[in-house]
């Protein structure tokens, strides 16, 4: 039986800055490549990661919004073991220069060197649909709340 929370697991998404996001090519072969959340990390169902408008996976998005993400936190310390997060969702592409600017951190510039003015420039936002998690003591299902 499950005893984490949604909060329990956003928490733990917050300290984690790389994910794998994974699309499909709907033609039944799935792409998954690490992204970096960007310290964007108020986990409140909605995840953001910034790209730019020419690539494939806005391609595979655009052509199949199911998408898959993949956090992994490391075992602790003291033997604890890590924590694994599956959440399903839906993908859509921004093209609003002021929600680039409203997710826009330090730093990004190194990839997007012109900041939000930087040419397609696009955010993806996935919405959770499902989160899963297992950490080697207890895993299960938890509700992702109304937004």
């Not at 800055?17 to 960007?38: A, K, Q, W, Y």
Request: a negative charge.
């Amino acid at each position: 039986m499950a005893t984490m929370t949604f909060e329990d697991l956003a928490s733990k998404i917050k300290k984690i800055d790389f994910c794998m996001l994974s699309t499909t090519d709907g033609m039944r072969r799935i792409f998954s490549r690490p992204m970096s959340n960007n310290g964007d990390v108020e986990y409140n169902g909605d995840s953001w990661f910034f790209s730019y408008e020419h690539t494939r996976k806005i391609g595979e998005i655009e052509g199949v919004d199911d998408v898959l993400l993949t956090f992994t936190e490391p075992p602790g310390l003291l033997g604890k073991p890590g924590i694994f997060i599956a959440i399903q969702g839906k993908a859509s592409i921004v093209r609003d220069n002021a929600t680039f600017k409203e997710h826009w951190v330090s730093g990004l510039e190194r990839w997007f060197p012109e900041g939000a003015e930087t040419p397609d420039l696009v955010l993806i936002k996935v919405s959770a649909l499902s989160v899963y998690y297992w950490d080697g003591e207890d895993n299960g299902e938890v509700a992702v709340p109304k937004r």
